[in-house]
């Protein structure tokens, strides 16, 4: 269809579209172990099984493992951000960036409950090339039965 939008490519490999077009993360799961990565993977790092990685959806909602405040980053990169560690629900491990949260300790707890959330953005440098690309945001609690 000619009318249609033109998706934008994802930033990272492990950034997916659905056959609607939804974005998602994938990983793989070990069925040796049940492990679950972040992207694709052909061997198991937890139980070293070699052919027993299949694809894997991971979780949408997680908790805030660790942060950093970033306050000196490439030209062109707004500072501070909050760059994050996020354990998934699933078990996969994650990083990225916080937002909707100020850029302060204070306001900041381990532990928080957030969610992905997808955007289309494009580098200061070329406005013109958007990416498809995630950040985790606040749970609110209402979000938590929407979040598979």
Known sequence: MSD???????LKPFVKRDDQGKPYLAGTK????????VGERTICANCYARDKMTP??????GTLYVYTIIHR???????PFIDVIVDLDDGAHIKGCLEGVAPDPEQIEF???VKVAFYERAPV??????HLTYVFEPLAPNDKDQSQ
Not at 56 to 61: D, G, I, K, P, S
Not at 125 to 130: A, L, R, V
């Open 4 to 10: 249609q939008k033109t998706l934008s490519p994802p």
């Open 73 to 79: 980053s490439f030209p062109g990169i707004n500072t």
């Open 125 to 130: 440098n070329m406005p013109d090339t958007p």
């Open 56 to 61: 894997h959806r991971l979780a949408q909602t």
């Open 111 to 113: 532990g928080l409950p």
């Open 30 to 37: 070990c069925t040796s172990c049940n492990h679950i990565y």
